[in-house]
């Protein structure tokens, strides 16, 4: 499990005053904010204030520290927000965070490897687990329900999987 986590990202610059758009990637988008200090990815940077100033289509706009052009704010799109893994809330039992689904071994209910998981889609029903699937250049999408997904180890790093018929053919 990694000691950081991805909570959102920059996606350009929001007006002329230094706002950014920022995609939110936590359950309650708003609670972004709460998570601050975010910094990059390789620590370089850290923004120790996030203000959320209003909703937009696909996220909000919000002042960050130490941002106050639209250039500084254009400057960082694409840059991705991340905070230490021990500010994020416990989860339930039955639930996991992205991060720690990637790179998982998936196996079937008799033991044979199906795959790795490459990525974790949600495209509004729920969410897909995209697998890599050795010796293919090819990927697939397994829903990640309770029945084709009955169990997720975490401590062992596999998930076992009953994939709909003809999934894997």
Sequence with gaps: MSETICVGTISGAFGVHGEVRIKSFTADPQAIADYTPLTTKDGSRTFDTLQITRSLKNGFAARITGIGTKEEADALKGTQLFVPRD?????????????????????????????????????????????????????????????????????????VADPPDGLFE
Excluded: C, W
């Design 87 to 159: 500010v994020l809330p416990n989860l339930p039992d039955d639930e996991y965070y992205h991060t720690d689904l990637m790179g998982l071994e998936v196996v079937d209910t008799g033991g044979n490897p199906l795959g790795t998981v490459h990525s974790v889609l949600n495209h509004g029903a729920s969410d897909l687990l995209e697998l890599k699937v050795p010796g293919q250049s090819k990927t697939v999408l397994l829903p990640f329900t309770l029945a084709a997904v009955p169990t997720v180890d975490l401590a062992s790093g596999r998930i």
